[in-house]
């Protein structure tokens, strides 16, 4: 699941192995990331492998097949190794945020939404159905 936040909810969408976005959820209050997942209750397999980032921690008390890099702190830095592998980790998001991108020159999370409340989760639904549908994956 990966969030955008825009100026009165925030997002979270889900994507496969593909590069299909599989599923969405909006909250319309300032929401974290791992809350929001909580939340939206996804059925996920144990076999599953799921990628996350770093906002994400405490996952592993729902989900054990998790890909998640590496944190850093004060007392303890990260070694070579373990950065090479956090860049290996973020390179596999590189095509995620592309989709990110895509949502985003939709304008609907980038600006102010001026419409009704009820209707943002559907017309948001929509976007990421043209976008789908743009990238070649037909509903059949």
Sequence with gaps: MYLIPATQCYIGVVIDSNL???????????????????????PIKKETLVCVDT?????????????M???????????????????????KRIPIEHINAKIKAFKIVA?????RRKRFGLRFNLICAFINFDR?????
């Design 20 to 42: 299909r976005i599989i599923c969405t959820t909006v909250a319309m209050t300032n929401t974290h990331d791992f809350k929001l997942y909580k939340q939206s209750r996804l």
């Design 55 to 67: 906002g994400y921690l405490g996952i592993t008390k729902f989900h054990e097949n998790i890909e």
């Design 69 to 91: 890099p590496k944190k850093k702190t004060k007392l303890n830095p990260l070694s070579k190794e373990d950065k090479l592998e956090n860049k290996n980790k973020s390179s």
């Design 111 to 115: 600006h102010k939404y001026r419409n």
């Design 136 to 140: 070649g994956f037909n509903v059949k």
